[in-house]
């Protein structure tokens, strides 16, 4: 699926595919506990924590690295992630977004950034959220996301933990 490792731009981000060279960036941004602090892996900020996130966003072959355009500063991650042809779907998330960023509209860009991309070629987009991730809830919940169901997920080499599926319709069926 080479459309999962786009260049995708917004007005103000870039999503540029994840490199293993893009290792000291990104997790000196995922190195502050506050951003995992409602994450189901709170631990995540932990150096070896945090390599086992890295390697699976690069064995996911739809990881991007998060670029704020206007300086170039590293701002996250994300990933597109367990493509199913049968239901032409796919999941968006692992997703996050360092502290001074937050608030400032970065999050619903970047989603619908990602959206409006993946919808040129599949029918349904997905979203695991931690239950406990009320920020990301929220966030998902505005951005018209429809809560499905709930679902144990083991993420990429780490214990399943509870999370509430959330969908998005393409309202132009492929």
């Keep these: 699926m080479s459309w999962t490792q786009s260049i ?21 941004v995922a190195s502050d506990p506050l951003v995992w602090e409602q994450h189901p892996n709170k631990n995540r900020y932990q150096l070896k924590e945090f390599n086992t996130y890295f390697e699976g966003a690069l064995k996911s072959g739809g990881a991007y690295r998060i670029l704020e355009k206007k300086q170039g500063l590293t701002m996250g991650c ?26 400032k509209g970065y999050n619903q860009e970047l989603k619908q950034l990602m959206v ?39 993420y990429f080499g780490e214990p399943a933990k509870k999370n509430f599926i959330y969908e998005l319709r393409n309202p132009i069926q492929r």
């Design 116 to 154: 409006e991309h993946a919808f040129q070629f599949v029918n349904i987009i997905r979203f695991h959220i931690g239950a406990a991730n009320f920020r990301s809830q929220r966030s998902i919940e505005k951005f018209g996301a429809i809560k499905t169901g709930e679902l144990d997920v083991a």
């Design 8 to 28: 995708l731009n917004s007005e103000r981000l870039q999503l540029q595919p994840l490199h293993p060279e893009d290792f000291g960036e990104v997790y000196a």
């Design 78 to 103: 994300t990933r597109y992630y367990e493509y199913d042809e049968s239901e032409n779907s796919i999941l968006i998330g692992y997703t996050f977004i360092g502290r001074p960023f937050w608030g």
